[in-house]
């Protein structure tokens, strides 16, 4: 089946550093990946749509400057968390609509973000 | 209002006992109704998905549509341990559109 590889799994970093996530589908193209944020004991909420070769749309209150999306190819996607503060802690997850499949979204497994 | 209504729980059984998770929506467009078992600290697994009404059996699961109603159910029959996660609904319009989801309900299957 379809296979989203995300990394790192966890992370801690220090306040004003720059983090990077990657998601990158295994076994099939996605052309729009999908990068959500989860807080604890809280549902997923769509941070922004990346699409392969252009601009990200992000979802309202997101700051694009702040989380930089890259999707330069059709395996991977990049989420780079930019000057990370404390608030920015949180779960962070991708998923990639499988081609053809209107139910086909596949997670990543997921990248617990702390900064101190 | 939000588009997807879901009871967080948290919701513990004994093992065996019968589950039953719902949601409710308010979007008349959404087509696609799907179940995600979500582990902690892990991204959310592909559980069960049901196109427009109707019923879906799947092993120890079954999902329920009643667009009429705005209302989607899960429900496990027998539960074990390992089904202990967060269960969370999603539904989509189909298409170019994306999916919307509920908060998850925990649930808690006690040996």
């Known amino acids: 089946g379809a296979v989203v590889s995300q990394h790192p799994s966890w992370v801690i970093c220090k306040s004003g550093t720059s983090v990077k996530i990657e998601c990158r589908s295994l076994d099939f193209q996605a052309t729009t990946m999908f990068w959500y944020r989860q807080f604890p004991k809280q549902s997923l909420m769509l941070m922004a749509t990346s699409n392969e070769g252009s601009k990200a749309t992000y979802e309202q209150g997101v700051e694009k400057d702040k989380f930089l999306i890259n999707h330069a190819s059709l395996t991977l996607s990049t989420l780079t968390v930019t000057s990370a503060h404390p608030e920015d802690s949180s779960f962070y997850i991708c998923?990639?609509?499988?081609?053809?499949?209107?139910?086909?979204?596949?997670f990543g497994s997921g990248t617990r973000l702390t900064v101190v | 209002q939000k588009e997807v209504e879901q009871d967080p729980g948290p919701l513990s059984v004994p093992e065996g006992a019968i589950v039953s998770l719902n949601c409710t929506y308010s979007n008349s467009a959404f087509q696609y109704f799907m179940w995600y078992r979500q582990y902690s600290r892990k991204g959310p697994e592909l559980l069960m998905y049901t196109y427009s009404s109707g019923n879906k059996e799947d092993g120890r699961f079954t999902a329920q549509v009643d667009k009429s109603s705005k209302y989607i159910s899960l429900f496990i029959r027998d539960s074990q341990p390992s089904d202990s996660a967060t269960y969370l609904c999603?539904?989509?319009?189909?298409?170019?559109?994306?999916?919307?989801f509920g908060t998850g309900t925990r649930l808690t299957v006690i040996p």
């Open positions: 999603a539904m989509s319009a189909g298409g170019a559109n994306n999916l919307f």
């Open positions: 998923s990639a609509r499988v081609h053809s499949h209107h139910y086909g979204y596949t």
